[in-house]
């Protein structure tokens, strides 16, 4: 039995906005829990039966054993799914992306221009745009119904963010020792991953600079790019988070998944990081609000999301995309807020 949504049609397929005020993420099950259904059977087809449960049941452990402050959240997530994979969704962090920061040709304030890769089918058309309410005020996620964590969001007069992930650290010729190997100390750590310090920091930060201060100093789990948009023109920068150490450009500034100011030789992370960054270069600061400038190489067959964000002027667009047959297109029609 297919336990998947049917395939969208693009020119009709909408992405739901659904406002849960100071209820918080979790609330976007009772709201859509079909499409959370559909990404968790995706990610079991994509990972296999036996990985699934073996990482969802690891993923429960290490969220208990680091005392994280969202695991009430995500159990609550798991009760409600009625299978596995909410543990595993909710800490998994192997997508990469394209991000840039800079100034908004269409009006003031600084843009954020951001896509998201991932092999994982079901992300691009199973979107939604959720509205929460927390102390520092009002904000907007681009998210999945089910996940507790931040990837890309907006709040409207504060900033706009967006994660990307960096290469994985070489220590050995093997990928996949490497990546055993950087589990270690993330098994040991107490920290938060990079998407829950993303979600902190809209709940919590009040203006640009509180939230730079966040990302910047606030321990993380493992290591993350960050990019953040102001609401004053030239306000903004990328963060490249290291172990232990912090490299921050301001904008005009772009990020993919490779080191630009730091860090050092790692593992490949998607599909031409070079070249993805070199695009998101020439096009940041000239390409209009629309997404035209989703193109090769930036435009690839793991492109999930499109995004442009501006916090001064409280809008966000968003866009899904799918690749049936290994080519990627729009899965979603166009977002607007």
Not at 177 to 183: K, Q, S, T
Request: aromatic share 8%.
């Amino acid at each position: 039995m297919d336990n998947h949504l049917p395939k969208p049609d693009p020119a009709t397929r909408a992405i739901p906005r659904l406002d849960t005020g100071r209820a918080g993420p979790v609330a976007l099950i009772g709201a859509d829990l079909a499409r959370f259904q559909d990404i968790a059977a995706s990610a079991e087809d994509y990972y296999g039966w036996t990985a699934f449960r073996i990482g969802d049941r690891l993923s429960r452990r290490w969220l208990e054993k680091s005392d994280n402050p969202y695991r009430a959240e995500i159990t609550e997530v798991a009760e409600r799914l009625g299978r596995p994979g909410a543990y595993l969704l909710n800490l998994s962090y192997e997508w990469t992306c394209t991000a840039g920061v800079g100034p908004d040709p269409e009006g003031a304030g600084a843009r954020l221009l951001r896509t998201l890769d991932w092999p994982l089918p079901g992300l691009g058309r199973d979107v939604v745009v959720a509205g929460h309410e927390g102390p520092a005020g009002r904000w907007w996620n681009v998210t999945w119904p089910g996940f507790v964590g931040v990837a890309t969001a907006m709040a409207p007069g504060r900033f706009a963010a967006a994660i990307n992930q960096p290469p994985m650290r070489r220590l050995t010729p093997s990928c996949r020792l490497d990546w055993g190997l950087a589990r270690i100390p993330l098994w040991r750590s107490r920290a938060l991953p990079p998407v829950h310090l993303l979600r902190r920091v809209f709940d919590e930060a009040k203006t640009y600079t509180d939230a730079k201060a966040m990302l910047c100093e606030t321990p993380l789990a493992i290591p993350a790019f960050f990019t953040l948009a102001g609401t004053e023109d030239g306000e903004g920068c990328v963060i490249e988070r290291g172990q232990g150490s912090v490299y921050q450009r301001d904008a005009p500034a772009s990020i993919a998944n490779h080191w630009i100011a730091g860090g050092g030789p790692g593992h490949p992370r998607g599909r031409d990081s070079e070249g993805r960054w070199r695009m998101m270069e020439e096009v940041r600061d000239l390409a209009p609000g629309d997404f035209s400038w989703v193109r090769p190489p930036i435009l690839n067959p793991t492109t999930r999301l499109a995004v442009v964000a501006n916090a001064a002027r409280g809008t966000l667009s968003v866009q899904g995309f799918e690749a049936p047959g290994g080519k990627a297109g729009p899965a979603t029609a166009v977002f607007r807020l």
